[in-house]
Structure formats: C-alpha cells, structure tokens
C-alpha cells in the first residue's frame, strides 16, 4: 500500500498519496513576496512539524537508489488554502 500524507487545517483535511503530483494554494507570509503562491509539483514531509514540502523538479531512478529535489518550498500547514491531486502518474 502506498504511504499518504494527511493535512489537516481548520476548514479541510486531505489525503494526499505520495508520489502524486498536485496542484496547491497558500498564503504566503514571506516578506518580500506576500498573497497567495500556487505550485505545481510533488509534497512530502516537511522537517519541521505541521510543515509540507512542495518539490517543484525532483529526479529519481527507477530503483530510487538517487533522488535529488533541487527545488522545494516549505509551507506551513495552517497557510494552505486549496490542494488538488493532478491526473495519475505514467512510470
């Protein structure tokens, strides 16, 4: 079974399978660029508690023996105001 993640916020909850590509919205708190952000990519755990990471470019082989995410965003969990799971995922 795959893993999923769960993201609870006061309005919502979501189940999200990891692997899958989304689409999400936040409000970003971010001094130089504050509103709201949207991202296309994959989410996982974020390090800290009650955080996500969105991972804009992620490589991975086959065999998942190298995986590198050159671009990711942390996102607080409270600040996401609408995630969609895109269309499945061709290997």
Not at 1 to 16: A, D, G, L, S
Not at 37 to 44: E, T, Y
Not at 52 to 63: A, E, K
Request: hydrophobic residues 35%; contains cysteine.
């Amino acid at each position: 079974m795959k893993e999923k993640i769960i993201i609870k916020t006061p309005k919502r909850e979501w189940t999200i399978p990891v692997g899958k590509p989304v689409r999400i919205q936040w409000k970003a708190k971010n001094k130089d660029r504050t509103g709201l952000c949207v991202g296309l990519g994959w989410i996982k755990r974020g390090e800290k508690p009650h955080t996500i990471l969105l991972v804009h470019q992620t490589f991975s082989t086959w065999d998942a023996v190298e995986t590198e995410y050159p671009s990711k965003w942390t996102i607080w969990e409270s600040q996401i105001l609408d995630i969609q799971v895109l269309g499945r995922t061709v290997l």
